[in-house]
């Protein structure tokens, strides 16, 4: 009996334990987190290893799954109004339109892995491996593979209006006047492998190996060298007004206040590899290797680790 009534107890237990499961208040995270999405203040997404899916309503106070439907690392997620996108590897671009709810598959038509997604339903370009650009005018629905003249790795667009620019390795820039139909080189002065580009109307901002950091002021014209500070390779940038953040390898976090006149490193307490930063005002949040999961309030002075195994 004194056997039975403790089994009849630990059952209770375990029942009234299940029934009072509550959301997780950080997420638990295992393996890399490669991609960011600031909606607002509340909304906000991480995706990353294994089809990894995280999303909060809260501004990170809790977290839920997302299920991807596919177990391949998502490298970049991106929204505009009501949709989401998130991209990876074997031409893999997912597409929602309920806050992430529920994701679809679109037929990108290549098996180049996908870097970066920039743009709106009727303007959204993707770019990737062997030199692949993508443009689609329809949300997704029929991707068009463009010319873009390299195959070289590319890793981010950007645009603005009409234009729109395009980085990769061996210095490479690539500008579209004509909203991604068509594309040309522009001279970087750098044969460096160039990861990120980032622009506010014709000024743009490209980041990457060894702290490489290009400016223009004149929709890449004409590209000149801003002193970044540090030697290490920089992968995401976010601007808001004259402030911009720049993270990279082994927790490397810059910010400027001046368009990128001067450049401070930030301490962020790790040594992973960070790879992308996004905010909403002066809540700033950055997501890299190992499941890092970083906030903060005050712009980049401090930050916090989100993640529970942190």
């Not at 810059?254 to 001067?262: R, S």
Request: aromatic share 10%; charged share 15%.
């Amino acid at each position: 009996m004194p056997l039975f009534r403790t089994i009849f107890l630990m059952a209770i237990h375990l029942w009234l334990t299940g029934c009072s499961k509550s959301p997780e208040v950080k997420p638990n995270l295992v393996g890399h987190l490669h991609g960011l999405w600031v909606l607002n203040d509340s909304l906000i997404w991480v995706v990353g290893a294994d089809g990894v899916i995280q999303h909060s309503r809260d501004g990170g106070q809790t977290w839920q799954t997302q299920e991807s439907g596919t177990t391949v690392p998502l490298q970049l997620i991106y929204g505009s109004g009501t949709d989401l996108w998130t991209v990876g590897p074997r031409g893999t671009i997912l597409h929602s339109t309920d806050d992430g709810q529920i994701w679809s598959q679109q037929a990108s038509g290549t098996t180049s892995t996908i870097y970066s997604l920039y743009g709106t339903a009727s303007h959204l370009y993707a770019v990737g491996t062997r030199g692949t650009i993508l443009r689609t005018s329809d949300g997704g629905q029929h991707w068009q593979r463009r010319t873009s003249g390299t195959t070289t790795t590319l890793f981010s667009v950007w645009g603005n209006g009409p234009d729109a620019w395009v980085v990769g390795d061996e210095g490479t820039i690539l500008h579209s006047p004509d909203w991604g139909q068509n594309w040309q080189p522009q001279t970087s002065g750098v044969s460096d492998s160039l990861r990120v580009v980032c622009c506010d109307g014709a000024h743009v901002w490209v980041a990457g190996f060894a702290g490489v950091m290009l400016y223009s002021s004149d929709g890449g014209e004409h590209w000149q060298p801003q002193t970044s500070g540090t030697n290490r390779t920089l992968v995401s940038l976010y601007r808001s007004g004259k402030d911009l953040w720049a993270v990279g390898i082994s927790g490397t976090a810059l910010h400027t206040a001046d368009d990128g006149a001067h450049w401070e490193l930030q301490r962020t307490g790790t040594r992973r590899n960070l790879e992308e930063v996004r905010g909403s005002g002066a809540d700033i949040w950055v997501v890299g290797y190992g499941d890092t999961l970083l906030h903060s309030t005050d712009g980049g002075q401090n930050w916090q680790p989100q993640n529970s195994r942190q």
